[in-house]
């Protein structure tokens, strides 16, 4: 990334961090959409598995959208001179986005029953996944451009080798949100299984009972 | 859609006997219409300041309507009964969006004239019409919104704050196709009677879109 894509010429250095950021915020917004499509499983099967695959993808997109947010301001910053700009489509409908799912934790916290939990947290996951596209619609209808287009379909604006580093870091970024949704379920999955088999072998007093929390257990 | 009619008509019973949401809404929305007047020291506005005025006190009136929406059905067990009933799910949706179209409308009735007398600079009637129209079509979106995020917050033991924290930012396309649209309405100029197509468009795309979903997933509520 550093060494092989070229100096951008009119921002030189700092240009690199589009090889971050715009595939932190391209995973996170699938990322969402993809927690609602596990989220879909869950309403259809009713297994609480799908609630915590849906769950953990969106965990991740959040975390990745936070980090995508900070990386684009740091760009705004060093190619606009501003950490923030209203007339972005691309900047303003993400944050929406992203605050419409930091609410997801917090509603989730807020039902006490477990199974009444998943089952309106895969509602939620439906439609907000379902109104990322829609808030984009709205939000660049109501701006002006001025982010660098350079994922227009017909035409890539981005010289080969510039293009050829940015599919590697946006496979490599995918790649990165797959491992660690794939670790996390591993670790969510082990954790219930070390419970059932301590609450088997020692008997159910010595197992504190889980507290009451956003995460479906 | 029988069920429906019976269900809505009595809410809208409930509200005339008891007078407890509606009349909140309309106070609400001329007290906030003091205080733009004096958060933004101008005698009268207009233009796109104007519109954003009347979106925004429009929709936190329509937030308390929200909040108050299912509060009967918890408290006096009604969503028990409706699940004994042997009828479609679906129909506690419709009724209840179209009770808070209803309170939507009765709210606007009164506060749209209100803001053409206290604030609104250029006169009303000229962008009524225009006005009319897309009102219809945002409450529409509130309504079919409001009535969703209201039946989740209701079983949460933060409700007063999960419903308006889950509906805001799922409101905000629509806020913004009706701020816009309702901006060259309300101009000093008189650019325009009517309100431009595309936000119109967008809006009722919304409309569509949410509708749908909402119908879709609105049975997953209910269950128990």
């Given at each position: 990334?550093?060494?092989?894509?070229?100096?951008?010429?009119?921002?030189?250095?700092?240009?690199?961090?589009?090889?971050?950021?715009?595939?932190?915020?391209?995973?996170?917004?699938?990322?969402?959409?993809?927690?609602?499509?596990?989220?879909?499983?869950?309403?259809?099967?009713?297994?609480?598995?799908?609630?915590?695959?849906?769950?953990?993808?969106?965990?991740?997109?959040?975390?990745?959208?936070?980090?995508?947010?900070?990386?684009?301001?740091?760009?705004?910053?060093?190619?606009?001179?501003?950490?923030?700009?209203?007339?972005?489509?691309?900047?303003?409908?993400?944050?929406?986005?992203?605050?419409?799912?930091?609410?997801?934790?917090?509603?989730?916290?807020?039902?006490?029953?477990?199974?009444?939990?998943?089952?309106?947290?895969?509602?939620?996951?439906?439609?907000?996944?379902?109104?990322?596209?829609?808030?984009?619609?709205?939000?660049?209808?109501?701006?002006?451009?001025?982010?660098?287009?350079?994922?227009?379909?017909?035409?890539?604006?981005?010289?080969?080798?510039?293009?050829?580093?940015?599919?590697?870091?946006?496979?490599?970024?995918?790649?990165?949100?797959?491992?660690?949704?794939?670790?996390?379920?591993?670790?969510?999955?082990?954790?219930?299984?070390?419970?059932?088999?301590?609450?088997?072998?020692?008997?159910?007093?010595?197992?504190?009972?889980?507290?009451?929390?956003?995460?479906?257990? | 859609?029988k069920t429906a009619m019976v269900v809505l008509r009595k809410d809208l019973r409930l509200e005339m006997r008891?007078?407890?949401?509606?009349?909140?809404?309309?106070?609400?929305?001329?007290?906030?219409?003091?205080?733009?007047?004096?958060?933004?020291?101008?005698?009268?506005?207009?233009?796109?300041?104007?519109?954003?005025?009347?979106?925004?006190?429009?929709?936190?009136?329509?937030?308390?309507?929200?909040?108050?929406?299912?509060?009967?059905?918890?408290?006096?067990?009604?969503?028990?009964?409706?699940?004994?009933?042997?009828?479609?799910?679906?129909?506690?949706?419709?009724?209840?969006?179209?009770?808070?179209?209803?309170?939507?409308?009765?709210?606007?009735?009164?506060?749209?004239?209100?803001?053409?007398?206290?604030?609104?600079?250029?006169?009303?009637?000229?962008?009524?019409?225009?006005?009319?129209?897309?009102?219809?079509?945002?409450?529409?979106?509130?309504?079919?919104?409001?009535?969703?995020?209201?039946?989740?917050?209701?079983?949460?033991?933060?409700?007063?704050?999960?419903?308006?924290?889950?509906?805001?930012?799922?409101?905000?396309?629509?806020?913004?196709?009706?701020?816009?649209?309702?901006?060259?309405?309300?101009?000093?100029?008189?650019?325009?009677?009517?309100?431009?197509?595309?936000?119109?468009?967008?809006?009722?795309?919304?409309?569509?879109?949410?509708?749908?979903?909402?119908?879709?997933?609105?049975?997953?509520?209910?269950?128990?």
């Open positions: 990334m550093f060494f092989y894509a070229p100096l951008d010429v009119s921002q030189g250095f700092v240009q690199k961090i589009f090889y971050i950021h715009v595939p932190l915020a391209i995973v996170s917004l699938g990322g969402f959409i993809f927690g609602g499509v596990l989220a879909i499983g869950y309403l259809r099967t009713g297994d609480r598995a799908w609630d915590m695959r849906s769950y953990v993808a969106i965990h991740m997109a959040l975390i990745f959208g936070v980090g995508g947010l900070i990386t684009g301001s740091i760009w705004a910053k060093a190619s606009w001179g501003h950490w923030w700009v209203w007339n972005e489509p691309t900047l303003v409908s993400f944050l929406i986005v992203l605050l419409l799912f930091a609410t997801y934790q917090p509603m989730r916290f807020s039902i006490e029953d477990p199974e009444r939990q998943s089952r309106y947290a895969s509602v939620f996951a439906v439609v907000a996944g379902a109104f990322v596209p829609l808030n984009y619609l709205a939000v660049s209808l109501a701006t002006a451009y001025v982010h660098p287009r350079v994922l227009t379909l017909n035409s890539a604006n981005l010289p080969p080798s510039m293009g050829l580093v940015f599919v590697v870091s946006l496979v490599g970024i995918t790649l990165l949100y797959v491992t660690l949704w794939k670790f996390e379920m591993a670790a969510k999955n082990a954790r219930s299984q070390v419970r059932r088999l301590r609450r088997t072998l020692l008997g159910d007093d010595t197992v504190r009972p889980v507290g009451r929390s956003a995460a479906p257990s | 859609m008891t007078w407890e949401t509606v009349p909140a809404m309309v106070l609400f929305a001329l007290v906030t219409f003091v205080i733009f007047h004096f958060g933004l020291n101008r005698a009268t506005i207009d233009g796109q300041l104007a519109a954003g005025v009347l979106v925004v006190t429009l929709l936190f009136a329509a937030l308390l309507g929200v909040n108050r929406l299912f509060v009967a059905e918890r408290e006096q067990g009604g969503f028990d009964a409706f699940l004994l009933a042997p009828v479609d799910r679906t129909a506690l949706l419709v009724a209840k969006a179209s009770a808070l179209f209803l309170f939507l409308v009765v709210l606007e009735v009164i506060a749209v004239p209100a803001f053409g007398l206290f604030l609104l600079g250029p006169p009303l009637g000229h962008a009524l019409p225009g006005l009319i129209l897309l009102l219809a079509l945002a409450n529409l979106g509130l309504s079919v919104i409001g009535t969703f995020v209201s039946a989740i917050a209701i079983h949460t033991r933060a409700r007063d704050l999960i419903g308006p924290m889950l509906g805001l930012p799922l409101l905000v396309p629509a806020l913004i196709a009706t701020a816009r649209a309702a901006g060259p309405l309300l101009a000093a100029t008189h650019a325009s009677s009517a309100p431009p197509g595309k936000w119109l468009l967008i809006l009722a795309l919304y409309d569509v879109v949410f509708g749908l979903i909402a119908y879709a997933v609105f049975d997953f509520l209910l269950e128990d």
